[in-house]
């Protein structure tokens, strides 16, 4: 995962008015910072972030299946939890101390 700090906020001398946030070119990885280190690759961003975005979006659906996946053994466990509470209950035992 990259490290990247967006630190740095500034205007432009044509536009004072706007305030803008961006990246100290100093700071990011060479993989998105031009030769010189003096400005960024902006295409390269952009395909780093687009990388990372599809990265994530494959963790999150792993997650989720497994959030599915649990959900069903924590039903079926239920279910089984509560067969178990039925056939106890005739013998009269105090199923709320197990």
């Known amino acids: 995962m ?30 998105v ?26 963790e999150i659906e792993a997650l989720q299946q497994s959030v599915e996946e649990l959900s069903k053994q924590q039903s079926e466990l239920m279910a089984q939890l509560s067969i178990l509470i039925q056939k106890l209950e005739p013998q009269n035992l105090d199923v709320s101390k197990l």
């Open 33 to 58: 910072a031009t030769n010189d280190r003096k400005s960024l690759a902006s295409m390269d961003i952009v395909a780093v972030l687009t990388k990372v975005v599809k990265e994530q979006d494959s």
């Open 2 to 31: 990259l490290n990247i700090r967006i630190s740095k906020r500034y205007v432009y001398k044509n536009s004072p008015e706007e305030e803008y946030i961006g990246f100290i070119a100093e700071d990011v990885p060479e993989l």
